[in-house]
Structures are given as C-alpha cells and as structure tokens.
C-alpha cells in the first residue's frame, strides 16, 4: 500500500503563485514517475507535468514556461510550482506516483494517486 498524502491548494487571483506538495509512504522499494494531472469541471483529466527518476520532466503545452515540476526523492515527494496562474488554470490537482513496493513474496508495481487538491484562480 502507497499512501499520497497533497496540499498547497487554494484561491489565488490570476497571475499569481502557488505550490502544491504531495507525500509518498508506505513500503516503497522505487518511485519511477511522480507526477500532476487536474480536472476540470465537465472535463477529462488531463496530465499537467511529470518528472522521471532521472529528472526528465515533460509538461502540458498550455502550462510550459509556467509551471515547474520537480521531486525530493530522499522525502519521496513531488512538487508543482504554480507562477502567472490564469483563470482556465483552475480545477483539481492530482498527484500521481509509479513504482514499485516491497511484498511478501517479492516486489510489485504500484500506480497510486492523490486525493486531489482544488486549485481556484479568480480573474
């Protein structure tokens, strides 16, 4: 079991910052790819940014020069620095991680997400 554990959502008004957190425990043997994804309301969820074990990253085109991913990997946590957020930003955020535990009888991959943390940018 891998528990995703986010925060850093809220209310800002456009052009503004914000940077959400989110937290990998349990018994985790590799974390291949952290990532965010959001969905808006009446909307397909849709990747936002990941980031590799290595530190490739890629992004959605509509958040390039925006938006930077980046992961602690000694904490297991993935960050999005959020900057020049725009109205159509807004939606719920969630974290995504893939990896691998530790089981009983040896180790097992893993594709866990978030609970989702509402981002809300005003105009």
């Known amino acids: 079991q891998v528990q995703l554990v986010e925060s850093g959502g809220g209310l800002v008004q456009a052009g503004g910052s914000l940077r959400l957190s989110c937290a990998a425990s349990g018994s985790i043997f590799s974390i291949d790819f952290m990532g965010w994804y959001r969905q808006a309301p009446g909307k397909q969820r849709e990747l936002v940014a990941r980031?590799?074990?290595?530190?490739?990253?890629n992004y959605a085109e509509s958040v390039k020069g925006r938006f930077t991913i980046s992961r602690d990997n000694a904490k297991n946590t993935v960050y999005l620095q959020m900057n020049s957020l725009k109205p159509e930003d807004t939606a719920v955020y969630y974290c995504n991680v893939v990896g691998v535990v530790v089981a009983p009888y040896g180790h097992t991959g893993f594709d866990s997400w978030g609970q989702g943390t509402q981002v809300t940018v005003s105009s």
């Open positions: 980031i590799s074990s290595g530190g490739n990253t």
